[in-house]
T-cell receptor, first 115, second 115 residues
Framework: DGGITQSPKYLFRKEGQNVTLSCEQN?????MYWYRQDPGQGLRLIYY???????QKGDIAEGYSVSREKKESFPLTVTSAQKNPTAFYLC??????????????FGSGTRLTVV | AQSVTQPDIHITVSEGASLELRCNYS??????LFWYVQSPGQGLQLLLK??????LVQGIKGFEAEFKRSQSSFNLRKPSVHWSDAAEYFC?????????????FGKGTSLLVTP
């Protein structure tokens, strides 16, 4: 079945360490998105990518980096520059410019905790 | 600036009672409107969406939503709530071309269902 897979489900990061969250989709969607979720804050856009080898910063990109080398994959790296990385991270995908018809498909999320 | 507001952070209803979750948006034109549901530690699932046509839309799990242009609202309703409806509910609007056709999410409403 088609869908989005995020891994790992839980991730622990030490201070000063970079970590990478995986997001893979087999829906043949053009666009992929990373959101950060904090209690009471809703979902905030970190990065988005509309096509391979292109991505743009969202509202809270500082301390994060991404790559889009393949249509299916959009990994997110949380760098040591991100001072408060503990959060729930959600990856989503969509048919670009046809979001109204289908909305997003979400992964099941990765919970990142700083230890 | 585009925005979406969910005025109620928490709502408690008794099982079998009716439910209405509020959503208001600020946008120059009528955007696409969505309601998503999130169970604890999970991704988001699309309940329903609206762009044009009949202002009362039906979704999954017995939910419906009504678009009111004059009030810039898109409230979610259910006639009789089940204990399994306890979850976090997010209203979303978009897509917005200045953010890669990303959706803008409200901060969510947490629904508690009592026996």
């Amino acid at each position: 079945d088609g869908g989005i897979t995020q891994s790992p489900k839980y991730l622990f990061r030490k201070e000063g360490q970079n970590v990478t969250l995986s997001c893979e989709q087999n829906l043949n969607h053009d666009a992929m998105y990373w959101y950060r979720q904090d209690p009471g804050q809703g979902l905030r856009l970190i990065y988005y990518s509309q096509i391979v080898n292109d991505f743009q910063k969202g509202d809270i990109a500082e301390g994060y980096s991404v790559s889009r080398e393949k249509k299916e994959s959009f990994p997110l790296t949380v760098t040591s520059a991100q001072k408060n990385p503990t959060a729930f991270y959600l990856c989503a995908s969509s048919i670009w410019r046809d979001i109204g018809s289908y909305g997003y498909t979400f992964g099941s999320g990765t919970r990142l905790t700083v230890v | 600036a585009q925005s979406v507001t969910q005025p109620d952070i928490h709502i408690t209803v008794s099982e079998g009672a009716s439910l209405e979750l509020r959503c208001n948006y600020s946008y120059g034109a009528t955007p696409y409107l969505f309601w998503y549901v999130q169970s604890p530690g999970q991704g988001l699932q699309l309940l329903l969406k609206y762009f044009s046509g009949d202002t009362l839309v039906q979704g999954i799990k017995g939910f419906e939503a009504e678009f009111k242009r004059s009030q810039s609202s898109f409230n979610l309703r259910k006639p009789s709530v089940h204990w399994s409806d306890a979850a976090e509910y997010f209203c979303a609007v978009g897509p917005f071309s200045n953010s890669g056709y990303a959706l803008n999410f409200g901060k969510g409403t947490s629904l508690l269902v009592t026996p």
